[in-house]
């Protein structure tokens, strides 16, 4: 009897663990998508800085505040595609 029991409690552990796992995965992946989102901006903001400081006219500010929804699409289709490549394989 008491096997059956610790079967029963085990399979409503994984449940609710699998449950609770499909609720926190799109949080996070918009964390991950947003954390990448600002590294990468980041670099951008670096890069046009210097490039600036090498004499080619531009606003830095201006070109890393463009970038910003470029870069957040393709993190965001980036994460989209390894969570799909992930479902498939699993």
């Known amino acids: 009897m008491r096997t059956r029991v610790d079967l029963a409690v ?3 552990n994984r449940d609710l663990l ?3 796992q ?3 995965q799109p949080t996070v992946e918009g964390l991950s998508t947003a954390a ?3 590294y990468l901006v980041s670099l ?3 890069l046009a800085r210097g490039v600036s400081d090498a004499g080619v006219a531009h606003n830095a ?3 890393r505040a463009l970038s910003v929804p470029l870069i957040a699409t393709l993190v965001w289709q980036g994460v989209r595609r390894v969570r799909r490549h992930a479902a498939a394989a699993g």
């Open 44 to 46: 951008v903001g670096n």
């Open 36 to 38: 990448i989102t600002y």
């Open 22 to 24: 499909l609720r926190l």
């Open 10 to 12: 085990e399979e409503q």
């Open 61 to 63: 500010d201006i070109v």
């Open 18 to 20: 699998a449950k609770l």
